[in-house]
């Protein structure tokens, strides 16, 4: 048996720790070593190779850049990279297809996800169906009501839309196929009503355009929302509007809630990723200053080991809890899994670092624990943050990844102040 020189030793140690801790600088010179160290030197400076694409191809996926080339096919250490890459890459595609109007899209592997996404799809494809056969109607109604203004009334009253004929000069009500009042939620809506239609009518001109716009009626105790479709008429001697009225309050209401599938994370009712990242898009593009915090809490994969995921729920609710606490302005986003992002407007880098500090030590000033004493952990969280001026040329993955890696630099930093996981 050869025995291994300290000199020998420490070379491939050092190694070993550059390529984990310190990549750009690891360097292995395997003719360098004992012959019957060679064999050994050219096998640890090939996981090197493989290990430096396993972690160039995280960081593209991390950053969102997925045409990044890919490890070689016979990278052991990227496989699961790879396979994640590819996921990416086909729900991406099928994102673009929705946006395109292909509602026939379905994600089957993605648990929780898989069941909102198929949701949203199938919901837009239903309520494209509906709105193209409310139009069909509407046209072949319109075509009829042409044909005479006294068909048009008798049609009319069997219609359960409402349809209102006012004068373009005066605003006077010529005609109304139902009594509108019977069926708003508010004594007070029925002048509102007419006060916004007359509005509509005036701001039409003598354009022989039709016009379709959506309003609230709004009180205190009560909310209700139209959808009104205006068509320049002729009626009797006047020069009118008819305005078609349909009640879209229920639409409404089903249109935010398949929003909060679509823009919420399910457990905490933040923002999800997807959300957040259009909103970091948007703010860059409208060239505003805030503050990126990139947050990462600390131990959580410990706490859902030892005491369940359930426990772990809990972990995560307070640490969402304590950042919607940063402002009231914050907008607090959930990347997924333990970490968040915090879209902080109008703030410096120095005030958003004094302000998570202050919050991290609200969560690391006492152990947590159950009723009972049987759970006892230390929370803490990690942080970094980046300030976005207005004449920022950064892409949004970038300032993201440039917060993460200085979230990472200040976990490094604080490792000795946290307890090992027993406690």
Partial sequence: MV????????????????????????????D????????????????????TEARTLAMDISRGNLDCSLPSSDNELASSLKSLHATLKHLTWQAQQVAKGDYEQHVNFMGEFSNAFNEMTGQLSERRESLAHEMDEIQRKTRDLARSNSLFETITSMMTEWIVMIDRETGEHLFANHPIKNDLASDLFESQLYEILFDYVKEMGDSDETVTEEFPLLSDFAIQWFRVILYPVKWYEHSAVAAVLADVTGEKEQLQALENVAYK????????????????NEWISQKRHFVVCFVDMDRLKYVNDVFGHAEGDKYILKVTELLSEFSPDVHVVRLGGD???????DFTLEEADRQLEKLRDELVSEDYSSEDGSIVYKRSLSYGNVEVTEDNTVSPGNLLSTADEKMYEYKKAHKAERRDEAG
């Fill in 3 to 30: 025995a291994i020189s300290d000199t020998t030793a420490d070379t491939l140690f050092l190694y070993l720790r550059d390529l984990l801790y310190y990549p750009n600088r690891a360097k292995l010179d395997s």
């Fill in 32 to 51: 360098a070593l004992p012959e019957d160290f060679r064999e050994l030197g050219e096998g640890l400076v090939y996981f090197g190779q493989m290990l």
């Fill in 265 to 280: 994370d399910m457990l905490t009712g933040t923002y999800n990723r997807h959300f957040g990242m259009k909103l970091l």
């Fill in 339 to 345: 970490e968040f992002m915090l879209l902080a407007s």
